[in-house]
Nanobody, 116 residues
Framework: QVQLVESGGGLVQPGGSLRLSCAAS????????MAWYRQAPGKQRELVATITSGGSTNYAESVKGRFTISRDNAKNTVYLQMNSLKPEDMAVYYC??????????WGQGTEVTVSS
């Protein structure tokens, strides 16, 4: 059974930091492109960042320079370090695992609230 379990969300003040984690099980983690998406209320889900098995990364323009995606293939875990958080970063953040050879999988989401 495939599971992607996110953690690390919560309430943070503007300018603060959070680190999200996504622990994967039931997949050959190193075969998957891992990504973080987010969905704010009333908006479509949007791509935040991706990381290949080899560590190559890409970011949405809105988070470049503030967010860092990383992965530990030994721990089957992907992370999203979020710094200098803004109210517009407030959303439910979802972990995604994608591979050209296998189905894509989603986590259940972790909520990030940015408010003073």
């Amino acid at each position: 059974q495939v599971q992607l379990v996110e953690s690390g969300g919560g309430l943070v003040q503007p300018g603060g930091s959070l680190r999200l984690s996504c622990a994967a099980s039931g997949i050959i983690f190193k075969r998957y492109l891992m990504a973080w998406y987010r969905q704010a209320p009333g908006k479509q889900r949007e791509l935040v960042a991706t990381i290949t098995s080899g560590g190559s990364t890409n970011y949405a323009e809105s988070v470049k320079g503030r967010f860092t995606i990383s992965r530990d293939n030994a721990k089957n875990t992907v992370y999203l370090q979020m710094n200098s958080l803004k109210p517009e970063d407030m959303a439910v953040y979802y972990c995604n695992a994608d591979s050209p050879h296998d189905p894509a999988y989603w986590g259940q989401g972790t909520e990030v609230t940015v408010s003073s």
